[in-house]
């Protein structure tokens, strides 16, 4: 950008793209030096503003949001094996407290300590109950009174990395539960029509 001067006798403006008008008496020279400087102004904070916009061209794009198989292998990992921990394959997960697991762990990780709501979120991700043979090691398949706790999917294990992790997806709603919310949203939709059409149909009485 071609930044031209402008110097009269009541003011100093730089101006973009004005070309360089001189008075017709003589250039005193302390305006024409404070002229300098007010565009050594400009331009010093135009080129802070350039920095600026490309550092934060390079700043890195902030992190998605850690999904629940994500956020469940740190805590696996991070908790004392005598209330979660692997199995021994590291294919499946056991909650061997599950007090001191409601109490202590899960707050830590979610915004609640419900053991239902835990199980709730497993259920949407198909973690499936894992029965525990003596030895500590998991049958597949299981019962779902088995005790203690445990869980495993087929892509959650202990070696598994953050893209395989987030591959997880939950499972989808049933077709019949969409089904049934849909029809009460029409049913809502065509009682809020007959309450409005109703409106005036029926004269007021005053008392």
Not at 107 to 131: E, I, M, N
């Amino acid at each position: 950008m071609t930044v031209a001067l402008c110097l009269t006798e009541g003011c100093v403006s730089p101006t973009p793209e004005t070309v360089l008008r001189l008075p017709r008496g003589p250039i005193v020279a302390s305006k024409a030096l404070s002229a300098l400087e007010t565009l050594a102004d400009v331009a010093a904070s135009a080129l802070e503003t350039t920095r600026k916009d490309v550092a934060s061209l390079a700043q890195p794009w902030p992190p998605r949001a850690r999904t629940f198989p994500c956020v469940l292998r740190d805590m696996i990992d991070e908790s004392p094996d005598d209330v979660l921990r692997w199995c021994d394959d590291g294919c499946a997960f056991v909650v061997a407290d599950t007090q001191a697991f409601c109490a202590t762990v899960l707050p830590k990780y979610f915004r609640h300590g419900r053991l239902t709501s835990f199980q709730r979120q497993l259920s949407f991700y198909q973690f499936r109950r894992a029965r525990l043979a003596k030895n500590g090691g998991p049958i597949y398949p299981s019962t779902r009174n088995g005790s203690p706790l445990a869980y495993h999917h087929p892509l959650f294990a202990r070696h598994s990395n953050e893209q395989q992790l987030r591959a997880m997806t939950r499972r989808p709603r049933p077709q019949r539960r969409l089904e049934q919310e849909e029809d009460v949203a029409r049913r809502s939709r065509r009682g809020s029509r007959m309450r409005s059409s109703s409106v005036g149909l029926f004269p007021q009485v005053s008392d």
